[in-house]
């Protein structure tokens, strides 16, 4: 799943282990999501949306071959 985490993050000078501490995850956890390779709970999800003041659509977006 595609994301804008890494830019969303910068944008408010947060460092992956910050970001990490606010959403109660590793900072492992952090890196795999804004890499693509973890694709975050829906709980974790709405938790970043809300961080962000976004909606969950606006940061994430799901890969076409994911798509029914």
Aim: charge should be neutral.
């Amino acid at each position: 799943m595609k994301n804008q985490i890494k830019v969303l993050r910068a944008q408010k000078n947060l460092t992956q282990a910050d970001l990490a501490q606010l959403l109660d995850v590793s900072r492992q956890t952090v890196n795999a999501i804004e890499k693509g390779k973890y694709d975050p709970s829906l709980p974790l999800a709405f938790k970043l949306a809300k961080l962000f003041e976004l909606p969950i659509e606006a940061i994430f977006e799901a890969d076409e071959s994911q798509i029914i």
